[in-house]
């Protein structure tokens, strides 16, 4: 790991400890008491003092290239960074979020450089993805929404599901069916539709287990131009996969951060805690949470840094490690998170601390972005279809 990068590790871990941690007794207190409501967990004021604490820390526009403003570091820094953030359950991200950024880096032209990707690469415009329909969450390719070529418009209809930050974003990245005979392959086209759109409503949200609270999103003859096509026409399916493999990396380097945290209590609670007149840190049981729980987490943090290195040379095709890296961070956290309630009894089941909190949030990302059965699924055909991948070219 180049020195740039353990100096940046230390100034976000500085931050964190400085900015984040102390707000989190105040974020358990506020989740359990908004029930179903669809409160932010950080209230705009915070949150926009956090953004100025950010900003002056150096995190912000991390991988955005430096001709739009931003930092230019890579994928790596992202996930160091990403990883370091996450070690506090504050839900605080310094704009923009990577992968739509990705996705609208690749695919944004013409106008839409200024009218999207540069307001969202600065922080100034916020946006989500919608794609998960009610009949359609894996299987993507499923999806019911159509946009009809009308008068030389395109004319979207149908609803979303689980569309997180939805009411938040001020356009949405959509992805419709625009050729009901090729749908996945040719036929599925991606649009860059402005929430405050006639015809787009969002009727309703979800309460969910953990800090998580996605939208409904409806779409009632919304007119569309040309302009508003991201991409290729009938070709939103790779990219869109492929937005997915950076979220991946995403979610993987949130996992570490809260595992990382889960192990340092962990190892705390063991050299501080007695019981029958030992330390946990000399009962073979505890010792072996501990031994575990490092050796995966550093497994996981090893496969995602080779991700992100495949994302920083410009791979273009991720599915196969995007699957690898949230499969197996995801279920690390898990089992990380689950030794270390133990290891602290009743306590680790209060919401004096933050592992309940870690331990829901943990649940939540074996579902979200797809489960663990249907990545490993994907990984299988993967490997079934073109056998091993060649290491020579890794
Ligand atoms: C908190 C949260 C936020 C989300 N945010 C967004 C968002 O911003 N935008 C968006 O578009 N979507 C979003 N989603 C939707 C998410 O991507 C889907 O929930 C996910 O892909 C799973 O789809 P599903 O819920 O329809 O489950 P289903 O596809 O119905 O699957 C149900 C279960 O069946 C099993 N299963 C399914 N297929 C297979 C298979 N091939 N082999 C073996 N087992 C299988 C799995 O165990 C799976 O958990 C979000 C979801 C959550 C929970």
Redesign the pocket.
Same mark, same amino acid.
């Given at each position: 790991m180049p020195e740039a990068m353990g100096m940046i590790r230390k100034s976000v871990r500085a931050f964190v400890k400085r900015d984040l941690m102390p707000l989190e007794a105040d974020l358990i207190a506020r989740e359990a008491a908004r029930g179903h409501d669809d409160a932010p967990l950080l209230p705009a004021e915070i949150d926009r003092a956090l953004q100025d604490k950010a900003r002056d820390a150096g995190l912000w526009g991390i991988d955005v290239p430096v001709e739009m403003g931003g930092q230019g570091f890579g994928a790596l820094a992202r996930v160091v960074i990403t990883e370091e953030l996450r070690r506090s359950i504050v839900p605080f991200v310094p704009p923009p979020d990577s992968p739509n950024l990705y996705l609208l880096k690749e695919l944004c032209v013409g106008p839409q450089i200024d009218k999207y990707l540069l307001p969202y690469a600065s922080g100034v415009k916020r946006s989500?993805? +919608?794609? *998960?329909e009610a009949g +359609?969450? *894996?299987? +993507?390719a499923a999806i019911k929404t159509r946009a009809e070529r009308r008068d030389g418009k395109w004319i979207l209809n149908g609803s979303? =599901? $689980?569309? *997180?930050? +939805?009411r938040r974003s001020d356009f949405m990245i959509v992805v419709a069916v625009t050729d009901l005979q090729k749908r996945a392959r040719g036929g599925m086209t991606a649009f860059l539709v402005d929430r405050d759109t006639a015809g787009v409503t969002i009727p309703s949200s979800y309460p =969910?287990m @953990?800090e998580?609270? &996605?939208y409904a999103v409806f779409f009632d003859n919304v007119e569309l131009d040309d302009g508003q096509v991201l991409g290729e026409v009938g070709n939103a399916f790779v990219p869109i996969t492929n937005r997915l493999g950076v979220r991946r990396l995403d979610i993987a380097a949130r996992c570490i951060g809260l595992a990382t945290r889960c192990l340092e209590m962990m190892i705390e609670q063991a050299n501080t805690r007695s019981t029958f007149g030992s330390l946990l840190a000399d009962r073979q049981a505890v010792q072996w949470w501990i031994a575990d729980s490092y050796q995966e987490l550093e497994m996981v943090r090893l496969l995602t840094y080779r991700l992100a290195w495949r994302v920083e040379r410009g791979d273009k095709d991720f599915r196969l490690d995007g699957s690898m890296v949230k499969t197996q961070a995801t279920e690390m956290l898990g089992r990380v998170v689950d030794r270390a309630i133990q290891a602290f009894g009743a306590m680790g089941v209060s919401k004096e601390l933050p592992l309940e909190y870690i331990a829901r949030m943990g649940r939540?990302m074996r579902?979200? #972005? @797809? &489960? *663990? #059965?249907?990545h490993? $699924?994907v990984i299988a055909r993967n490997l079934l279809r073109n056998g091993l991948p060649d290491l020579s070219a890794a």
């Open positions: 989500c993805i +919608a794609l *998960s +359609a969450g *894996s299987d +993507a979303k =599901m $689980w569309i *997180s930050n +939805a =969910m @953990g998580y609270h &996605p939540v579902i979200v #972005e @797809g &489960p *663990s #059965e249907v490993r $699924w």
